[in-house]
């Protein structure tokens, strides 16, 4: 079973624009992966350069999380803006750090492990399967 857009959006949430964006940029670290896999991109190539599309959709999706948050702000919904603003913060800090990690990793600046890495991955996990819970109790 697929999820309609409006589903993930609520589940994630996340608003369909910043969905689209982490999507885009996701397509394009994925052909850049294998072209610095397999030596098609030059050696000076690093992998913080491949890596660079997702922090840029970070990046994006922070600076329209504080536009939602101050349009939400001055409209007076202050609860809502601060909870928005609060998982979008979170989750983008998670995945964050994640790929902050396996850069170091595959750059080998760092000797951190795998299993390391990827703790942010499973707190955010975590997370999504609880707001899963909380969003389908209070469905419309």
Not at 24 to 52: E, I, M, R
Not at 79 to 94: I, N, P
């Amino acid at each position: 079973m697929l999820f309609s857009l409006k589903e993930t959006s609520r589940w994630l949430g996340l608003s369909p624009f910043e969905i689209w964006i982490h999507l885009v940029c996701t397509c394009v670290f994925s052909v850049l992966v294998p072209l610095k896999v397999d030596g098609v991109l030059s050696t000076s190539t690093s992998w913080w350069q491949v890596f660079s599309p997702l922090f840029i959709s970070d990046a994006v999706t922070g600076y329209f999380t504080v536009i939602v948050f101050i349009r939400l702000y001055m409209s007076h919904h202050v609860a809502l803006a601060a909870s928005r603003s609060v998982w979008s913060g979170v989750l983008l800090l998670l995945f964050s750090i994640f790929k902050l990690l396996v850069c170091l990793r595959l750059e080998q600046i760092s000797q951190v492990s795998y299993a390391t890495a990827m703790t942010p991955i499973f707190i955010a996990l975590g997370l999504l399967a609880i707001r899963g819970c909380y969003v389908n109790d209070n469905s419309d």
